[in-house]
């Protein structure tokens, strides 16, 4: 009788195990920045999976990350061969960052920022279905020397207004108005001035970034 109650309640914790499996394992994005590197065209689906602490990252071009829990302090892991491995919260809500030796993965929980057309795939992950334009605009993060390029997508109004929402080097997006009597953006703080046909603008963050009178007008 106890080894048929045993039994019983093995398998409904069998069941319990494959719904978690499950549950725990989601459709994502990511994004892989080669060491050393500010910007990346390497942009592809993924899942992610953790059970007990323990990850599976599986990557549409066939590389699959296993990574262990190491040490007790949080966000430590070495993956399948033995490599450190940092998690990182740098994408608030929108995902998590992962450290390799050799390269570093962004992780985007909306596997939607993968559906762009071949139009856009250049500015991924805005596309012409969701903006009046997109394009790539010069940014340089804090500390930076040389400008990188970012992804941007151009809502446009009367008046030669915009609403132009980017992406950063750290995978944040904002939107940054320009309106007539006003710049401003979204939850940051910000200083600009016109020089010749470009709106420079710097940040409270050390952000610096260059917007062409064109990309706000469609000129």
């Known amino acids: ?4 109650v045993y039994r019983a309640v093995a398998a409904i914790c069998l069941s319990c195990s494959a719904a978690v499996a499950i549950a725990d394992t989601t459709e994502a994005a990511c994004e892989i920045y080669p060491r050393g590197e500010d910007h990346t065209d390497v942009f592809l689906p993924c899942t992610f999976s953790q059970r007990q602490g323990y990850i599976t990252i599986n990557r549409g071009d066939g590389v699959t990350h296993q990574l262990s ?48 057309s071949a139009d856009d795939s250049g500015t991924a992950p ?3 279905q969701d903006f009046d334009a997109t394009t790539r605009l010069r940014c340089r993060r804090a500390g930076q020397q040389a400008f990188a390029s970012c992804p941007a997508g151009i809502v446009r109004m009367e008046h030669s207004q915009a609403s132009i929402t980017v992406q950063n ?5 904002f939107t ?3 309106m007539s009597d006003y710049v ?3 939850n940051r703080e910000l200083s600009s001035r016109l020089e010749g046909d470009t709106w420079i603008l710097n940040f409270d963050d050390g952000e610096v970034w260059e917007v062409p009178i064109a990309a706000i007008e469609g000129g």
């Open 69 to 116: 829990p190491e040490g007790d302090a949080p966000g430590y892991f070495a993956d399948q061969h033995g490599r450190s491995v940092i998690r990182q919260s740098g994408l608030g809500d929108q995902g998590q960052i992962f450290r390799f030796p050799e390269e570093s993965i962004y992780l985007y929980w909306n596997a939607d920022r993968l559906t762009v």
């Open 184 to 186: 401003n953006a979204t």
């Open 126 to 128: 805005f596309s012409t």
């Open 169 to 173: 080097q750290h995978g944040e997006q």
């Open 176 to 178: 940054i108005n320009f």
């Open 1 to 4: 009788m106890i080894r048929k």
